[in-house]
Nanobody, 125 residues
Framework: QVQLVESGGGLVQAGDSLRLSCAASGRTLRAYSMAWFRQFPGKEREFVAGVSWSGGNTLYADSVKGRFTISRDNAKNTVYLQMNSLKPEDTAVYYC??????????????????WGQGTQVTVSS
């Protein structure tokens, strides 16, 4: 079983950049594909970006394509989400998640067995 801890959230202005990190412990991240989700108040979590175990396959939500980049460093057991050109509508709690199916990034949150506790990102206008 893997434990996930997100960090890097905070308060930024529209147009700024932020990098989220997700550090894993308990098991190597090579065993999992990884993803970032976000949750707006009163809404279901939505898929943001995913990456296969090797980093060779990525998937993005249309709303973040061209602005966000997911990456991973398996040697450091860490996954990242680089967020550029942030907008107020990106304000949410961001979660990282691990999927036992390691070979391809998948969007449905039901596919993900392990979750972090979340980190708040707030973008002011």
């Amino acid at each position: 079983q893997v434990q996930l801890v997100e960090s890097g959230g905070g308060l930024v202005q529209a147009g700024d950049s932020l990098r989220l990190s997700c550090a894993a412990s308990g098991r190597t991240l090579r065993a999992y594909s990884m993803a970032w989700f976000r949750q707006f108040p009163g809404k279901e979590r939505e898929f943001v970006a995913g990456v296969s175990w090797s980093g060779g396959n990525t998937l993005y939500a249309d709303s973040v394509k061209g602005r966000f980049t997911i990456s991973r460093d398996n040697a450091k057991n860490t996954v990242y989400l680089q967020m550029n050109s942030l907008k107020p509508e990106d304000t949410a709690v961001y979660y990282c998640a691990a999927d036992n199916f390691a070979y391809r990034a998948r969007a449905p949150q039901a596919e993900y067995a392990y979750w972090g506790q979340g980190t708040q990102v707030t973008v002011s206008s």
